[in-house]
């Protein structure tokens, strides 16, 4: 749905005038695509109030709630303005109450908060900061920490330390590479240079050091793109010929039929999905050993197998990260849904990346 979303902002956001639209019309589905009910009080609430001090009745735009405590506070901005302006307004709500998380929001760029350096008081720089409309793959993943399905305090805390610091070193290093400063080009000349490094010779290496740089980074991008191409061929060749063995096994034997059971156990794992997923993207493959659930009808998305053809020996199965299936046997399909975990947990691999 983040792409989706990111499509929405672009086509929609020059018709947005107020911050209460951008809440409605970006804000609410973000939400939304972490599988939270924004019409459900007792996981979303508006204006939740947070009371500092003597000053009542103070109100922070939506809270998350789990167990009926707050998780995640969200203070959310119109969609031009800067987010720089209104740090504070978000450090005040965050050390009355139990949320751990707090999101300050345009709709467009979100920053998550929480209190690392010092306990219960949330740190000035968030730990993360995504653009929606320049998302990068690696803030997916950790986006997807913060959904329902898998929101674990610790997880997020025990990766939020590393994001906070990674995010700031690469922008320093950001900065050094697109204009190197004095102290930075010295550093390198020195560890190259065998003489005395005057300001001569840091005026010789200057351009030297930009041109190095500039030289490294498009060499990275060339063989990254060079491997990437040649990964996505060699999985391009590798699923053709898995199906045209599937259908080479079909054409030769000319059994498959796909059993009243194989659909009724497609439905169960739609049902399954449908509270975090968009059920449109669920599609099903009968080869003749096994009956599969893919996401957008691609062998690469796997959710899962179900082996019914045998009266006896009902299976279901999932591919783990290291391309292994495993199989647990049912004795109806009733018994998929004791495997609704691992049911959400495959499906929710891909559920960001729509």
């Known amino acids: 749905m983040i792409k989706h979303l990111s499509d929405r902002i672009e086509k929609l956001k020059d018709n947005i005038q107020t911050e209460e639209a951008t809440k409605n019309a970006f804000v609410m589905p973000f939400v939304q695509s972490l599988g939270y009910d924004v019409f459900n009080p007792l996981e979303v609430v508006p204006e939740f109030t947070c009371d500092i001090g003597t000053k009542k009745g103070e109100k922070v735009d939506y809270a998350i709630l789990k167990d009926n405590q707050p998780i995640i506070l969200i203070e959310c901005k119109n969609w031009n303005q800067d987010l720089n302006l ?11 109450t139990n949320a751990k998380f707090g ?89 190259v240079y065998p003489g005395t490094v005057t300001a001569k010779v840091l005026e010789q290496f200057e ?13 990275a991008i060339s063989d990254r793109l060079n491997t990437a191409l040649k990964t996505e061929k060699e999985e391009q ?86 391309k292994k299936e495993v199989k647990y046997k049912i004795q109806s399909l009733d018994e998929i849904y004791n495997y609704a975990e691992e049911i959400l947990g495959s499906a929710g691999k891909f559920i960001i990346l729509e």
């Not at 898998?150 to 994001?163: K, Q, R, T, V, W």
């Not at 030297?208 to 740089?213: A, D, N």
């Open 207 to 219: 351009p030297l050091v930009k041109k190095s740089i500039s030289g490294l980074i498009s060499d």
């Open 103 to 191: 999101l300050l929001t345009n709709g467009i760029i979100y920053r998550f908060y929480t209190d690392l350096e010092v306990p219960n008081r949330m740190d000035e720089k968030p730990f993360l900061e995504v653009n929606l409309l320049n998302i990068k793959s690696n803030q997916i993943d950790e986006i997807k920490k913060f959904h329902k399905t898998y929101f674990d305090l610790d997880n997020i805390l025990s990766s939020a330390s590393e994001l906070k610091y990674t995010g700031e070193l690469k922008n320093v290093l950001n900065k050094e590479f697109n204009s190197p400063s004095p102290e930075f080009t010295k550093y390198l000349t020195k560890m």
């Open 86 to 96: 209104f740090d504070n307004q978000l450090l005040r709500y965050f050390h009355v």
């Open 237 to 322: 060749e590798k699923e053709i010929q898995l199906s045209q063995k599937d259908i080479d096994v079909d054409i030769v034997e000319n059994k498959i039929i796909t059993t009243k059971e194989e659909l009724e156990a497609f439905y169960i794992v739609k049902s399954i999905i449908r509270p975090v997923f968009r059920c449109d993207r669920i599609f099903y493959r009968d080869a003749q050993s096994y009956f599969s659930v893919l996401v957008d009808d691609n062998n690469r998305k796997p959710v899962c197998r179900l082996y019914l053809n045998s009266p006896t020996n009902w299976q279901i199965s999932f591919v783990g990260d290291d």
